[in-house]
């Protein structure tokens, strides 16, 4: 494992769509890694691949109840809303309140390549939208509201 480097907003990476993952080899579960310990060495609860570079469709999470790795996530299912604070580790020294659901579910892939989805609600939930939504090039502080 290794630490990367957390890209800073302004760097054009973390306004581009990410590409779909289409295998998962040894090169991907080290990203995984480095992306699991870069998290939790920034002491953030989650981290998308545009977040250290690398646009492809992977996010770790860890809320703390330990690690989630979500491969080619989409949210499949949404309901109720929130409004909370949110930072992000590419955003260092602002936040701001953003609306969100409040349940989420989520279909991704694993690291063994096996389909599962998981539901979260409260701060899994919004961590979930802030983290897919870097996979897209959005940031939260597009979504502040004034």
Same mark, same amino acid.
């Given at each position: @494992?290794?630490? !990367?480097?957390?890209?800073?907003?302004?760097?054009?990476?973390?306004? *581009?769509?990410? *590409?779909? &993952?289409? *295998?998962? %080899?040894?090169?991907?579960?080290?990203?995984?890694?480095? @992306?699991?310990?870069?998290? #939790?060495?920034? %002491?953030?609860?989650?981290?998308?691949?545009?977040?250290?570079?690398?646009?492809?469709?992977?996010?770790?999470?860890?809320?703390?109840?330990?690690? =989630?790795?979500?491969?080619?996530?989409?949210?499949?299912?949404?309901?109720? +809303?929130? =409004?909370? %604070?949110?930072?992000?580790?590419?955003?260092?020294?602002?936040?701001?309140?953003? !609306?969100?659901? #409040?349940? &989420?579910?989520?279909?991704?892939?694993?690291?063994?390549?096996?389909?599962? +989805?998981?539901?979260?609600?409260?701060?899994?939930?919004?961590? /979930?939208? $802030?983290?897919?939504? $870097?996979?897209?090039? &959005?940031? /939260?502080? %597009? *979504?502040?509201?004034?």
């Amino acid at each position: @494992m290794a630490l !990367r480097e957390i890209v800073q907003i302004g760097e054009p990476v973390l306004r *581009k769509k990410s *590409k779909v &993952v289409e *295998k998962i %080899d040894d090169k991907l579960i080290q990203l995984l890694d480095d @992306m699991a310990e870069t998290m #939790y060495q920034a %002491d953030g609860v989650g981290l998308a691949a545009p977040q250290v570079g690398v646009l492809k469709r992977v996010v770790v999470i860890d809320i703390g109840d330990g690690i =989630i790795e979500l491969i080619n996530p989409e949210i499949i299912e949404t309901s109720g +809303e929130q =409004i909370g %604070d949110e930072g992000c580790l590419s955003v260092l020294g602002e936040s701001g309140e953003v !609306r969100r659901p #409040y349940v &989420v579910k989520v279909r991704a892939f694993n690291r063994k390549g096996q389909l599962f +989805e998981i539901e979260g609600e409260e701060l899994l939930a919004r961590a /979930f939208c $802030h983290e897919i939504d $870097h996979l897209e090039g &959005v940031l /939260f502080v %597009d *979504k502040i509201e004034k």
